[in-house]
Nanobody, 115 residues
């Protein structure tokens, strides 16, 4: 059984930084795209950043220049470095991992940006 374990969320002041991690465990093969989504209260879940198996990345306009997505294929782990955080970044962040046949979601980690 595949599990995605997220870590790194928390409370941070505006302008601060956090690094999220999402590690996949279990029998997971042929990982393609990995990504991070977020959902704020009363809003729909949205893509924050994605990274392909080849390392190509894409970002939501709202986080470009502030967030960096990366992956460690040997560890089946995806990271999200979040810098210059703003109150509007407050949300539950979910990782998503896609293989040839399945899509897996993490349980979500809360990020709160507040003074």
């Amino acid at each position: 059984q595949v599990q995605l374990v997220e870590s790194g969320g928390g409370l941070v002041q505006p302008g601060g930084s956090l690094r999220l991690s999402c590690a996949a465990s279990g029998s997971i093969f042929s990982i393609n795209a990995m990504g991070w989504y977020r959902q704020a209260p009363g809003k729909e879940r949205e893509l924050v950043a994605g990274i392909t198996s080849g390392g190509s990345t894409n970002y939501a306009d709202s986080v470009k220049g502030r967030f960096i997505i990366s992956r460690d294929n040997a560890k089946n782990t995806v990271y999200l470095q979040m810098n210059s955080l703003k109150p509007e970044d407050t949300a539950v962040y979910y990782c998503r991992i896609a293989t040839m046949t399945y899509i897996y979601w993490g349980q979500g980690t809360q990020v709160t940006v507040s003074s």
